[in-house]
């Protein structure tokens, strides 16, 4: 599966952005994406994923009630961020999961994008 991340850029605090993740081929219904992010000099962090045959979300803390993962279609997935904060600043990669009851754990992911930049500036 190849993954293209994009959407990425540069917003003020307080604004948004909405990252999208397209997928080479349909997800199965065992699988799981998520998104993940990675600032300058820190190790990657799970952001949020979505079971794709049920539908359920899971959040970090740090963006929980302010960022949404969503479906869209068979191969897509969104990541819309509100009140964003500079500590969001980061390398947003989207990932695949083929089959795992883990899937806020790093490496539990199969497949990985490129990785799209966020930046917030204070």
């Known amino acids: 599966v190849q993954l293209q991340a994009s959407g990425g850029g540069l917003v003020q605090a307080g604004g948004s952005l909405r990252l999208s993740c397209a997928a080479s081929?349909?997800?199965?219904?065992?699988?799981?994406m998520g998104w993940f992010r990675q600032a300058s000099g820190k190790e990657r962090e799970f952001v949020a994923a979505?079971?794709?045959?049920?539908?359920?979300t899971y959040y970090a803390d740090s963006v929980k009630g302010r960022f949404t993962i969503s479906k869209d279609g068979a191969t897509n997935t969104n990541l819309q961020m509100n009140s964003m904060k500079p500590e969001d600043t980061a390398v947003y990669y989207c990932?695949?999961?083929?089959?795992?009851?883990?899937?806020?754990?790093?490496?539990?992911?199969?497949?990985w994008g490129q990785g799209t930049q966020v930046t917030v500036s204070s």
């Open positions: 081929r349909r997800i199965l219904s065992s699988s799981a």
């Open positions: 979505i079971r794709w045959n049920t539908g359920r």
């Open positions: 990932a695949v999961d083929l089959g795992t009851s883990s899937p806020t754990v790093l490496k539990e992911y199969d497949y």
